[in-house]
Nanobody
Framework: QVWLVESGGGSVRAGGSLRLSCAAS????????MGWYRQAPGKQRELVAT???????NYADSVKGRFIISRDNANNTVYLQMNDLKPEDTALYYC?????????????????WGQGTQVTVSS
């Protein structure tokens, strides 16, 4: 099992900033990709940003230039710095990590999700 714990959500006014954190724990061998997704009420979950172990990043068009994803490989942690927040950014934000973990002496793939952290932006 690989567990992800998110933190840093909250309520802000439009134009404000928040920083989300997500720490992975468990019998991890390697995390390849980490990312953030969000789901607003009545909508499907959508990609916000992803980052590889080599620090290659990918962003949704709606957050480019406002959000920055980064990671600390040594501590299996990923961050999302969110600036110039807009009411349409309001959603439950989920952390995702995929890679390989130990299962006994073997290595198996994992793809884990956190429980989500709420971000609410008021106008």
């Amino acid at each position: 099992q690989v567990w992800l714990v998110e933190s840093g959500g909250g309520s802000v006014r439009a134009g404000g900033s928040l920083r989300l954190s997500c720490a992975a724990s468990g019998r991890i061998f390697r995390i390849n990709a980490m990312g953030w997704y969000r789901q607003a009420p009545g909508k499907q979950r959508e990609l916000v940003a992803t980052i590889t172990s080599g620090a290659s990043t990918n962003y949704a068009d709606s957050v480019k230039g406002r959000f920055i994803i980064s990671r600390d490989n040594a501590n299996n942690t990923v961050y999302l710095q969110m600036n110039d927040l807009k009411p349409e950014d309001t959603a439950l934000y989920y952390c995702n990590a995929a890679g390989k973990r130990y299962s006994g002496s073997a290595l198996v793939d994992f793809d884990s999700w956190g429980q989500g952290t709420q971000v609410t932006v008021s106008s």
